[in-house]
């Protein structure tokens, strides 16, 4: 499903979206901790539509505990999931990153992987060329 299925009116952009909508594309970012950028493009949208919707819920729906929360407290709030984030998407590309090596050494025979110019170099013990052998 796309965002133009559900577009309903007309705005500046030619589409307005309903309510509903957003919310489903903000609560997936929000809850299922999926990119603004990973999100728009399932739903043919633009990130930065998207990032506007996203701020909009969390402004009109501050998190559980943090309404008395001092700026200071909310930005290191922020900011721990910020980080937590980046870890998370580190992560998942070091596990895509191990899968591609290790398709590809199956692909081409397994075992350690040799290159013509390579296999007949040596390095020498101070790091520089020991010569082609």
Same mark, same amino acid.
């Given at each position: 499903?796309?965002? %133009?299925? #559900?577009? +309903?009116?007309?705005?500046?952009?030619?589409?307005? %979206?309903?309510?509903?909508?957003?919310?489903?594309?903000?609560?997936? +970012?929000?809850?299922?901790?999926?990119?603004?950028?990973? *999100?728009?493009?399932?739903?043919?949208? *633009?990130?930065?539509?998207?990032? #506007?919707?996203?701020?909009? %819920? &969390?402004?009109?729906? !501050?998190? !559980?505990?943090?309404?008395?929360?001092?700026?200071?407290? /909310?930005?290191?709030?922020? @900011?721990?999931?910020?980080?937590?984030?980046?870890?998370? /998407?580190? #992560?998942?590309?070091?596990? #895509? /990153?191990?899968?591609?090596?290790? @398709?590809?050494?199956?692909?081409?025979?397994?075992? !350690? +992987? @040799?290159?013509?110019?390579?296999?007949?170099?040596? +390095?020498? &013990?101070?790091?520089?060329?020991?010569?082609?052998?």
């Amino acid at each position: 499903m796309t965002g %133009y299925e #559900n577009q +309903v009116g007309s705005h500046h952009d030619g589409l307005e %979206y309903s309510d509903d909508f957003k919310e489903q594309v903000v609560l997936e +970012v929000i809850e299922k901790d999926h990119t603004i950028a990973a *999100v728009a493009e399932s739903y043919g949208l *633009v990130a930065q539509t998207v990032g #506007n919707w996203v701020k909009k %819920y &969390r402004q009109d729906h !501050p998190e !559980p505990g943090t309404e008395t929360a001092s700026k200071e407290e /909310l930005a290191e709030i922020a @900011r721990l999931k910020k980080e937590i984030h980046e870890a998370r /998407l580190e #992560n998942e590309f070091l596990k #895509n /990153l191990g899968r591609r090596g290790r @398709r590809w050494s199956r692909e081409k025979g397994g075992g !350690p +992987v @040799r290159c013509g110019w390579w296999s007949g170099s040596r +390095v020498a &013990r101070s790091g520089g060329w020991a010569g082609v052998g």
